[in-house]
């Protein structure tokens, strides 16, 4: 098939042999050397472009899952020995000096309630131990004046299960390294990364470790 027009085009100063065919329709020409080059080129420097995007996702990501595992293998070997560690820097409300008959667990709870009117008793330690506090955790009752709960500023109260004397009282979600807290700290980091309630639960931490 015969060309419909040749025309003699430059593509620099320094190209002036350079020929640009233009085809009638149906026609083909094979691509130049030039177009051949460009288009490799245009091709490499899209690997490039995507490989520097992989590696910085790469990156990241691996930094973040490293992140993840040194905190869960740390705070996962402090806690296994969360009690021992609990009751040596917590010794003045944990170890109780009364010796003797154990009280039952519903008339701790009983001295627990009253000895706060703001409060009622939403969990109770079956497993009493001589010299050793008994836990019971509480609540805070809704305030008749506000029509809001107390705000309370402790959550567990520590309780001689021998004489029935309150030992002390924490709570154990706050997030502080304090002698006090510690332990409780590195116990919700562990099992729940301390992660905020959002989308209507507070599961998350715990679904992720």
């Known amino acids: 098939m015969a060309l419909d027009k040749r025309h003699v085009t430059a593509d620099n100063e320094n190209d002036s042999h350079y020929h640009n065919t233009r085809l009638v329709p149906g026609s083909y020409c094979a691509p130049t050397g030039r177009t051949l080059a460009a288009t490799s080129r245009f091709h490499v420097e899209g690997l490039y472009r995507m490989r520097a995007f ?6 990241w990501a691996g930094l973040t899952i490293a992140l993840f595992l040194i905190v869960a293998g740390l705070t996962g070997a402090v806690t296994s020995w969360d009690h021992e560690l609990d009751e040596w820097l917590n010794a003045d409300i944990m170890e109780t000096p009364g010796r003797g008959a154990l009280q039952p667990p519903f008339v701790l709870a009983q001295k627990v309630a009253a000895a706060d009117p703001r409060v009622e008793v939403n969990y109770m330690t079956l497993g009493l131990e001589e010299g050793h506090a008994a ?3 509480v609540r805070p009752l809704t305030d008749a004046a506000t029509g809001k709960p107390f705000v309370l500023g402790y959550n567990t109260v520590y309780i001689d299960p021998v004489t029935a004397q309150i030992t002390g009282t924490r709570d154990s979600t706050a997030i502080s390294l304090s002698r006090r807290s510690l332990m409780p700290f590195l116990r919700h980091l562990h099992y729940s990364l301390h992660v ?6 507070d599961r998350w931490g715990y679904w992720l470790m």
Request: hydrophobic share 60%; proline share 7%.
């Open 54 to 59: 992989w590696t910085v996702i790469h990156r």
């Open 135 to 137: 836990a019971f955790m």
């Open 196 to 201: 905020p309630a959002f989308w209507g639960t």
